[in-house]
């Protein structure tokens, strides 16, 4: 019985210390509301102007030969379809490669046409000339050289349209 009374005793003194200590902080502070006071009753500091804004200058757009910037793919409704590939036209056998997986062998010149040769995975050689397709971006051979095939592909510019875009095949030594 002794410790539970202890018990008791201790936590009825404990209660009531705390309760002691939250009665102490509800009350104000004279201190307090005198400094309150006194911070209230000084001038205010001194607030910076804002700075000056300067005008932007203008530019206005007058060119209608050249690719409009708020038209994805081009200057009017169908410029994007301009560099769209050719869905019509039948498809030739280096299509099916990536430029990647093919190797420029060497050139021909066949009657006084420039000619290059292309071997493909297998190892199979096809001959081809300027104007042909090749690779799986609607690649377009456009000169071939000694030393590498010039092509330009068509690939999509993410906003709708297509872009053209340089490729080459080097001489594979």
């Known amino acids: ?77 169908g410029s994007a379809m301009r560099n769209r590939p050719a869905d019509r036209r039948n498809h030739e056998f280096l299509e099916q490669f990536s430029l990647d997986s093919l190797k420029m062998v060497g050139t021909l010149n066949l009657k006084g046409q420039q000619c290059a040769l292309v071997r493909v995975k297998d190892g199979r050689v096809q001959r081809v000339v300027v104007g042909n397709y090749i690779g799986q971006n609607d690649g377009k051979i456009t000169s071939i050289t000694p030393n590498k095939i010039s092509i330009t592909e068509v690939v999509p510019d993410n906003l709708g349209g297509y872009l053209e875009r340089p490729a080459e095949l080097p001489l594979n030594e």
């Open 1 to 77: 019985m002794r410790t539970f009374g202890a018990r008791c005793a201790a936590l009825l003194c404990v209660a009531g210390l705390s309760l002691g200590l939250l009665a102490g902080c509800s009350g104000r502070d004279a201190e307090l509301d005198r400094y309150i006071d006194e911070v209230k009753h000084q001038p205010g500091g001194r607030v910076e102007p804002l700075p000056e804004v300067k005008p932007f200058d203008t530019y206005a757009y007058s060119s209608s030969a050249k690719r409009s910037p708020f038209v994805p793919g081009g200057s009017g409704a």
